[in-house]
């Protein structure tokens, strides 16, 4: 069964940092995709970063620049550095991932993930 937890949300002030994690476990994927998703209160949910199991990365337009995705194959763990932080990055924050044949297969935060964790709450105070 395939088990994905997130850990490192809290609170932090403008323009400061935080880091989220994301273990796996359940599984043993030859290829995957893999995202940072959030949904704010009252909005919908969206994608924040995406990284495919060759660590090619993509990102949403709000947090390029500010936001860092990574991963630790050995470890199964994903890692979100959230850097330069803004008050509309308030939301609970969610992991997911995709497992595929090969990274090739993936389409960034436009794919379509199998398997989601329950969240993590990240606040930002103006």
């Known amino acids: 069964q395939v088990q994905l937890v997130e850990s490192g949300g809290g609170s932090v002030q403008a323009g400061g940092s935080l880091q989220l994690s994301c273990v796996g476990s359940g599984y043993t994927y030859i290829g995957h995709c893999m995202a940072w998703f959030r949904q704010a209160p009252g909005k919908e949910r969206e994608g924040v970063a995406a990284?495919?199991?060759?660590?090619?990365?993509s990102y949403a337009a709000s947090v390029k620049g500010r936001f860092t995705i990574s991963q630790d194959n050995a470890k199964n763990t994903l890692y979100l550095q959230m850097n330069s932080a803004k008050p509309e990055d308030t939301a609970t924050y969610y992991c997911?991932?995709?497992?595929?044949?090969?990274?090739?297969?993936?389409?960034?935060?436009?794919?379509?993930?199998?398997?989601w964790g329950q969240g993590t709450q990240v606040t930002v105070s103006s």
């Open positions: 997911a991932i995709e497992p595929v044949p090969a990274a090739k297969y993936c389409k960034g935060l436009n794919g379509d993930f199998r398997h």
């Open positions: 990284i495919d199991s060759d660590g090619k990365t």
